[in-house]
T-cell receptor, first 113, second 116 residues
Framework: QKEVEQDPGPLSVPEGAIVSLNCTYSNSAFQYFMWYRQYSRKGPELLMYTYSSGNKEDGRFTAQVDKSSKYISLFIRDSQPSDSATYLCAIGIYGGSQGNLIFGKGTKLSVKP | GAGVSQTPSNKVTEKGKYVELRCDPISGHTALYWYRQSLGQGPEFLIYFQGTGAADDSGLPNDRFFAVRPEGSVSTLKIQRTERGDSAVYLC??????????????FGPGTRLTVL
């Protein structure tokens, strides 16, 4: 079992739809959780960063973490064609030598006008 | 301010050649990471620097790969005797710190390496 599992999609939705993107992880030691957006041929761009169970909202984006289920989600409200990209979940552990992030495969999202 | 920059943006080389990939992190960021991203995959960790030293190089696939950060700022990833399987996008990220909660990683645009 990989440390982080993410459905690669692709996912296609109409403009204005609510999008739900999900990841599961296996290591309960993970402490912080990020979502990145990656446009084609670009580097990942940090969208959301959270370290506790619950919801964190930023504009049209909501990140949700359930540590008891080892499950994280990103919700996009009122999706726009400009949201079309690959969304990567990334999970990490604080401190020590383990500063690196473990990424999911990414979910490719297409929002149709 | 300026983000993470990487040069070159594209590199095409022949099997067996040596390549160097450069990363300029965000000014003041002490932590620097290298990742490799293959087509259809998420980035995979290669090496992490805290200041000038490699704090974790457990992701380097073999001894053909080496990275340096001599002055604690710019880093160079070096690949010897390149193989076709090394073809990927090499991403660099920097972070203000790695302890506590201010350790978001900010990525550069990547270097697309193609080994013929």
């Amino acid at each position: 079992q990989k440390e982080v599992e993410q459905d690669p999609g692709p996912l296609s939705v109409p403009e204005g739809a609510i999008v739900s993107l999900n990841c599961t992880y296996s290591n309960s030691a993970f402490q912080y959780f990020m979502w990145y957006r990656q446009y084609s041929r670009k580097g990942p761009e940090l969208l959301m960063y959270t370290y506790s169970s619950g919801n964190k909202e930023d504009g049209r984006f909501t990140a949700q973490v359930d540590k008891s289920s080892k499950y994280i989600s990103l919700f996009i409200r009122d999706s726009q064609p400009s949201d079309s990209a690959t969304y990567l979940c990334a999970i990490g552990i604080y401190g020590g030598s383990q500063g690196n992030l473990i990424f999911g495969k990414g979910t490719k999202l297409s929002v149709k006008p | 301010g300026a983000g993470v920059s990487q040069t070159p943006s594209n590199k095409v080389t022949e099997k067996g050649k040596y390549v160097e990939l450069r990363c300029d992190p965000i000014s003041g960021h002490t932590a620097l990471y290298w990742y490799r991203q293959s087509l259809g995959q998420g980035p995979e960790f290669l090496i992490y620097f805290q200041g000038t030293g490699a704090a974790d190089d457990s992701g380097l696939p073999n001894d053909r790969f080496f990275a340096v950060r001599p002055e604690g700022s710019v880093s160079t990833l070096k690949i010897q005797r390149t193989e076709r399987g090394d073809s990927a996008v090499y991403l660099c990220a920097s972070s203000p710190r790695t302890s506590g909660r201010d350790n978001e990683q900010f990525f550069g645009p990547g270097t697309r390496l193609t080994v013929l």
